[in-house]
């Protein structure tokens, strides 16, 4: 019970303190959106680097696998 008082406490200080310092936000969202997508970015190509990585690694097995078959 003592979470729940405390989380809605929180959320409307929150809205108040977004309605209150709205310009301040604006500016701390337009800094970091940039920088987010950054990293997003970065992590989406490493990740899609790993897959196809593995990818590649899988079809050396399968090829490796028919060659002993033959």
Known sequence: ?????????GAVLGVIGIAVFFDSFLQIIAGTLPALLLLG??????LGFD???DSWQKDKSVDAA?????
């Open 41 to 46: 970015g970065g992590l989406a190509l490493y």
């Open 51 to 53: 897959e196809l990585k």
């Open 1 to 9: 019970m003592k979470t729940l008082i405390g989380g809605a406490i």
């Open 66 to 70: 028919d060659a002993k078959e033959e």
